[in-house]
């Protein structure tokens, strides 16, 4: 989408276009496209199209479905810093359009959910409208703003899955699956009063400063948190699968475990990953899965605090680590939970 918004933008550099044009050819051609791939009439010719390219590509470079991601994200990347490519994409996506008028909300045009199916395979069409929908454009801009209202579409945004949940939110991933389908990462900030259930033996990862407040469950296979603030405002509740915090998050409710595994990453000189506001209560059969970070491992013999919370009400069952030198021995306080690196 970035490199799109670019090759448009040269045309007005040129002096081919006018910044008008570039918008009403974008409007235009979201809609034609979604026209033609939501045609029942195209419907194998659209599966061979992905196909023949997904052999092309992967022939080329000698990978499967499963490795032709990283490939293409390895070496020199132009497009590689996301929040880079935000803010070249966000003043294209309007130009010299000037706002005025009440904020009306974004109905999404018929059909324009098939424009993320290949991109957020493993939700229904009603959530890709829904995801249409929280990421729109707000309204108010002339040629936007059209009786169909296809110009007010973000697909930029879009891409990065909800913007808000406006109501309690399932989602399930197929790790048997390929592609997107298996791992899935939603980038955007998101709000609204409802919640996330995480299904599936997939994984998903939560990156951006979220402000939900209807809480979170990871119920099977993985949920990654990416950022401070990555599971909302509300509370969390791991029933299953694993709950993966790589650098650190903060749960601005209370934190449970009934079972499954919350995976942390210990730094040398660094605070708990993992902050709770008010109560943290792992379970009889929860896990703890300590992974010792490359670049700063901590040294034998220290203590890392691993939560951080103003109560603590039981213990994990097991405590595993990634080391075949190091064990893990738990020390558990009115502060929270640390542990002391002794050699096994």
Request: with cysteine; hydrophobic share 40%.
């Amino acid at each position: 989408m970035t490199r799109a918004h670019e090759l448009a933008h040269t045309r007005i550099v040129a002096g081919m276009h006018h910044t008008v044009d570039v918008i009403g050819g974008r409007t235009m051609a979201t809609a034609l496209a979604a026209a033609t791939l939501a045609d029942p009439a195209n419907a194998e010719l659209k599966a061979a199209a992905r196909a023949q390219a997904l052999a092309c590509f992967t022939a080329r470079t000698g990978t499967t479905a499963d490795t032709l991601y990283a490939a293409a994200h390895t070496g020199s990347d132009p497009y590689a810093d996301r929040d880079a490519n935000a803010r070249a994409v966000r003043p294209r996506l309007t130009y010299v359009l000037t706002r005025q008028g009440r904020e009306l909300p974004l109905t999404v045009p018929k059909g324009a959910e098939v424009l993320l199916e290949t991109r957020l395979p493993y939700l229904t069409a009603d959530q890709r409208r829904e995801v249409l929908r929280t990421t729109g454009l707000p309204s108010g801009y002339v040629l936007l703003d059209g009786v169909e209202q296809w110009g007010r579409l973000n697909l930029f945004a879009a891409a990065d899955g909800y913007g808000a949940f406006d109501s309690d939110v399932t989602v399930a991933l197929d790790a048997a699956a390929d592609g997107f389908s298996a791992a899935g990462a939603w980038r955007d900030d998101i709000d609204g009063p409802g919640g996330l259930t995480k299904r599936g033996t997939g994984s998903l990862a939560l990156t951006g400063h979220n402000r939900y407040t209807g809480g979170t469950v990871p119920a099977e296979g993985t949920l990654a948190a990416g950022s401070e603030d990555a599971l909302g405002h509300g509370d969390v509740r791991v029933t299953d699968g694993t709950l993966r915090v790589s650098e650190r998050l903060r749960v601005r409710g209370a934190y449970a475990q009934d079972t499954g595994t919350l995976e942390v990453t210990l730094r040398a000189g660094r605070k708990a990953p993992l902050t709770v506001r008010h109560l943290a209560a792992p379970g009889s059969a929860a896990v703890l899965s300590l992974r010792l970070d490359t670049e700063r491992p901590p040294a034998e013999g220290g203590t890392l605090p691993v939560i951080g919370v103003p109560r603590l009400r039981g213990r994990f069952t097991r405590i595993e680590m990634n080391s075949d030198r190091l064990r893990a021995v738990p020390v558990y306080t009115a502060e929270g939970l640390s542990v002391r690196l002794v050699q096994r």
